[in-house]
């Protein structure tokens, strides 16, 4: 239905089992992912998502790194 990479279609299908399976207990799953294709697909299926690009690297001072 989707054009997704091998792994991608597997983080995917792995995320979709654990949120059918933890449904009773959690309302929502949070799906952490970089790929843009990936998460363009997984939004159709209400995911939250989680894109580590949208954070400015820090280091364990929660300083950015200087450029």
Same mark, same amino acid.
């Given at each position: 239905?989707?054009?997704?990479?091998?792994?991608? @279609?597997?983080? *995917?299908? %792995? #995320?979709?089992?654990?949120?059918?399976?933890?449904?009773?207990?959690?309302? @929502?799953?949070? *799906?952490? %992912? #970089?790929?843009?294709?990936?998460?363009?697909?997984?939004?159709?299926?209400?995911?939250?998502?989680?894109?580590?690009?949208?954070?400015?690297?820090?280091?364990?001072?929660?300083?950015?790194?200087?450029?």
């Amino acid at each position: 239905m989707h054009s997704l990479r091998a792994l991608d @279609a597997m983080q *995917f299908a %792995s #995320a979709s089992e654990l949120r059918r399976s933890l449904q009773a207990e959690f309302s @929502a799953i949070t *799906f952490v %992912s #970089a790929d843009g294709d990936l998460n363009e697909v997984v939004s159709m299926y209400d995911f939250q998502i989680e894109n580590p690009n949208d954070h400015p690297a820090t280091d364990d001072a929660g300083t950015p790194p200087a450029r």
